[in-house]
């Protein structure tokens, strides 16, 4: 099964490179690879059956008002969102999905902005911020750095909704050891990206949001996939 953003065929031998611990060079790789890739992020889309059916299970989510999309990449859940939001706001880092994804949605109300989610001051709170296949790429030493980012550009009452892989999916990455949980992508030119890859379990991720005083369901879905809502403590 070809994983969210990986490029199947592409099987190169990895350029020499240690897995260590530095989460700024990480985070850098990361970014690196989602611009090489930007061309061919959609594939998985297309060809995965299971996919196609998680972006339906966004209608069972509570989405309205004006949302946050974190980390839109190419756009693929953007009109989703458009169609039952008042707004949508994506944000992503590397401008090469974004070029995508603002071809893909022009529509009145969807507007994009190129920033990095751990730096970007938003001007104003979100009903919903609404962020697929970014949590698992969020390192664990951010992780409730992440959640308090989240906090901050909600409404009372709004809700953070997400989709991401769960723990089945890593049969079908190149899982590598190392202190941060990491995976190797290979992109059709041949290049190989470490990506950071936390393939979060529902039961586990509900009992550490709350923890932290959110309201929290997260769900298996369709499959090898997780969703889930929660909103932030009073
Ligand atoms: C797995 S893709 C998800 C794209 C889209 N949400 C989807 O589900 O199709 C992860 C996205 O995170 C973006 N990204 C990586 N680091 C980021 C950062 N620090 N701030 C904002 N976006 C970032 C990448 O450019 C990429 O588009």
Redesign the pocket.
């Known amino acids: 099964m070809v994983p ?2 990986a490029t199947p065929g592409a099987d190169r031998v990895l350029r020499s490179r240690d897995v260590g611990s530095d989460d700024d060079a990480l ?1 850098a790789e ?2 690196a690879y ?1 611009r090489a890739a930007a061309t061919e992020y959609d594939r998985p889309y297309a060809e995965r059956a299971d996919l196609r059916a998680l972006l339906g299970v966004l209608d069972e989510f509570p989405v309205s008002g004006d949302v946050l999309e974190a ?4 756009g ?2 953007t009109a989703r969102l458009a169609a039952r939001a008042r707004s949508v706001t994506g ?4 401008a090469e ?1 974004l070029a995508v994804a603002r071809a893909r949605c022009a529509a009145d109300g969807v507007r994009f902005v190129q ?4 730096e970007w001051s938003p001007p104003r709170r979100y009903d919903v911020v609404f ?4 949590l698992s ?1 969020v390192p664990p030493a951010l992780l409730a750095r992440w959640w308090e980012r989240v906090a901050s550009m909600l409404v009372p009452g709004g809700a953070a909704i997400f989709v991401d892989d769960g723990p089945p999916e890593a049969a079908f990455e190149d899982v590598l050891d190392g202190d941060v949980p990491l995976v190797r992508r290979r992109l059709a030119d041949g290049g190989e990206h470490r990506v950071v890859k936390v393939f979060h379990d529902a039961d586990a991720l509900t009992d550490v949001l709350t923890g932290w005083g959110w309201s929290a369901r997260v769900r298996p879905v369709c499959g090898n996939f997780v969703a889930g809502v929660a909103r932030p403590p009073a």
């Open positions: 969210i953003g985070l990361r970014l989602y980390a839109c990449g190419t693929q859940w944000v992503d880092a590397a999905p920033a990095d989610l751990f962020f697929a296949f970014w790429h």
